[in-house]
T-cell receptor, first 111, second 114 residues
Framework: GENVEQHPSTLSVQEGDSAVIKCTYS??????FPWYKQELGKRPQLIID?????GEKKDQRIAVTLNKTAKHFSLHITETQPEDSAVYFC??????????FGKGTRLSVIA | EADIYQTPRYLVIGTGKKITLECSQT?????MYWYQQDPGMELHLIHY???????EKGDLSSESTVSRIRTEHFPLTLESARPSHTSQYLC?????????????FGPGTRLTVL
């Protein structure tokens, strides 16, 4: 089955700097790659997703890139702000199968 | 407003008790899921369903069972709670199709087993 590895497990950045979180997946048939943000005490919420027919997607300060050949995808957050501090999860799936989540990255943005 | 609802939000019970965690969604989704998550940690898939009368075990069945008699309702039952079941339980649902594939999570039930 699918296996998703996520790195790093913790990340600290200065406010205004960029943050990058990377994930690799094992099943080349996976075609949907969402990213979730979970703030302390809250439910995970989708922040951006990408499909396998697209190489990059951007939404304001957040972007996701996908390299199907290497089977990895990354989340890029530019101009980080304290409210970006949270746990971020990547995931992968194909067709109707359940999302397979990475173990999460705890991002701290230091003011 | 379309959403996912979970009750109770907090529950403290003694070892050996049988409990049912409720999950309802008004999203109109066929696919529903139960996850176990210690705060801020990895999400463990417990059970999932593709629709009415469909139930599947995830990676962490944790001595629990589910049922899916109605599209909007997906309850999780622990037959005999143990302290190792202490955790947060998140229900989720997901749409179908390229433009409607987002998975939404409920607010969670925080369970403590003494």
């Amino acid at each position: 089955g699918e296996n998703v590895e996520q790195h790093p497990s913790t990340l600290s950045v200065q406010e205004g700097d960029s943050a990058v979180i990377k994930c690799t997946y094992s099943d080349s048939a996976s075609n949907y790659f969402p990213w979730y943000k979970q703030e302390l005490g809250k439910r995970p919420q989708l922040i951006i997703d990408i499909r396998s027919n697209v190489g990059e997607k951007k939404d304001q300060r957040i972007a996701v890139t996908l390299n199907k050949t290497a089977k990895h995808f990354s989340l890029h957050i530019t101009e980080t702000q304290p409210e970006d501090s949270a746990v971020y999860f990547c995931a992968a799936s194909k067709g109707n199968t359940p999302l397979v989540f990475g173990k999460g990255t705890r991002l701290s943005v230091i003011a | 407003e379309a959403d996912i609802y979970q009750t109770p939000r907090y529950l403290v019970i003694g070892t050996g008790k049988k409990i049912t965690l409720e999950c309802s969604q008004t999203m109109g989704h066929d696919k529903m899921y139960w996850y176990q998550q210690d705060p801020g940690m990895e999400l463990h898939l417990i059970h999932y369903s593709y629709g009415v009368n469909s139930t599947e075990k995830g990676d962490l069945s944790s001595e629990s069972t589910v049922s899916r008699i109605r599209t909007e309702h997906f309850p999780l039952t622990l037959e005999s709670a143990r302290p190792s079941h202490t955790s947060q339980y998140l229900c989720a649902s997901r749409g179908e199709g390229q433009g409607n594939n987002e998975q939404f999570f409920g607010p969670g039930t925080r369970l403590t087993v003494l």
